[in-house]
């Protein structure tokens, strides 16, 4: 099967650990020496409608995905979640907690 960057970027990308929709494909990443595709990124969520940047971007190794599909793309990945640090919380900073 040969598939565009194009038809990449269309693709939702599932985790099947869990079933949580990651996001769809924004880039890729390549060898140039090797001539292969070494990961996927999947941009990170804006934050407050973008004002506030954006969270950390996803970059799923190519080892990681497991089945291209025509609408999505499945991997087994675990190093998405990321622990909230309590001390940037809105309630933290009014001094509620």
């Known amino acids: 099967m040969t598939c565009r960057m194009y038809d990449l970027r269309r693709k939702d990308v599932i985790n099947i650990k869990d079933g949580v929709r990651l996001g769809s494909v924004n880039d890729l ?3 140039t020496e090797n001539a292969r595709v070494v990961a996927i990124v999947i941009y990170g969520r804006p934050r407050f409608f973008g004002l506030f940047g954006r969270e950390d971007d996803i970059v799923i190794r190519w080892e990681d995905i497991q089945v291209i599909g025509d609408d999505t793309i499945l991997v087994q ?10 001390s940037h919380s809105l309630a933290t ?3 509620f907690k």
């Open 77 to 86: 990945y675990n190093h998405y979640l990321k622990a909230k640090n309590p």
């Open 93 to 95: 900073f009014l001094g």
């Open 29 to 31: 990443e390549f060898d």
